[in-house]
């Protein structure tokens, strides 16, 4: 079974818009600062801009890839206070002189407007369950895993590669939140050992941005009760790429996100979605 987005969008798509106009919200902006030439942050970029128009917002977007450390965090601080914007959102990966300060660009950004929900103490109250709060990527997988019935991940081993401050931890965290037995992979992980652990998970979930690095070759085993998640996407010379060979495994697995369609779109609404769900912050 492939696991679209599309049959939740709808309906994620009309709470938002009711709760932005019930709240006088209409017109007010969101601004994302996109701080880098990265190919595959412009086409999120161009679908966060299209989907907040959607909604009636307007979707303010900075791109700066020169851009300096203090005037960032003027930026920052600007529309901080500026009571018209009401989400902010920093897009990964930043330009190189930016690098070294990424959590000290994030955690500026007023908790209020965090929408990608990136910021520490959201992440921390989230962690000792103060609060039920996710980051726009796994709020998405984690949508997607609740709409077509695998949400309840309770005594299920999930593989998750990639272990990033945007996806891996956060998600890895509302697994075992949730009751599951969670292995997180990175690049230093033993190849070999990621091999053997993915034939016995129950979930594999790959968000590391290299193309298929699940592919046939990985499939040793009766794959038929798995699901998988691809959260993966870049573009090279011009063509888009993703971490899961989904064609092949369609027919192999239980579940699968296809890309486009699966994870990317689904985001693109949980983020704006925050918007609703940091009012309770
Ligand atoms: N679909 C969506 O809505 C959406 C949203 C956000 C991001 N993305 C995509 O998701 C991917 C990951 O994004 P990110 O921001 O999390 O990236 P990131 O910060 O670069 O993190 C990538 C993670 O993958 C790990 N990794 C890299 N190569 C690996 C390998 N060969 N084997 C195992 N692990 C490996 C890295 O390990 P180390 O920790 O050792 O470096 C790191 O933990 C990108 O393709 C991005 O475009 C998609």
Known sequence: ?????????????????????????????????????????????????????KLWLQVEVIQR??????????LIHHHN???????????????????????????MVDVHKDIDGLWWVGVGRSLVGQWDFLPA??????????????????GKIILVIGQSVL???????EMIKRGATVICGNSRSPVGFLQSTAQTADIIVSATGRRHLIDRSRHSSDWSEKVLIDVGYGIQD????WDIDWEYFVDHVAAITPVPGGVGPMTVAALFHNIIDL???
């Open 1 to 53: 079974m492939l696991l679209l987005a599309k049959p939740l969008l709808s309906t994620i798509q009309q709470t938002t818009t009711t709760y932005l106009a019930d709240h006088g919200l209409i017109w007010k902006k969101v601004v994302i600062f996109l701080w880098s030439d990265d190919v595959a942050s412009r086409v999120y970029v161009q679908s966060k801009q299209k989907y907040g128009q």
């Open 65 to 74: 890839v020169d851009i300096q450390y203090d005037e960032a965090v003027a």
């Open 81 to 107: 206070q500026d009571p018209t914007t009401i989400g902010m959102i920093i897009q990964l990966p930043l330009a190189e002189q930016l690098r070294p300060y990424q959590a000290d660009l994030l955690t």
């Open 137 to 154: 990527t796994p709020k998405s997988a984690v949508g997607i895993l609740d709409h077509y019935g695998y949400g309840n991940v309770s």
């Open 167 to 173: 996806f891996g931890r956060p998600f890895a965290l």
């Open 238 to 241: 011009g063509k888009a790429f």
């Open 279 to 281: 009012q309770t912050f």
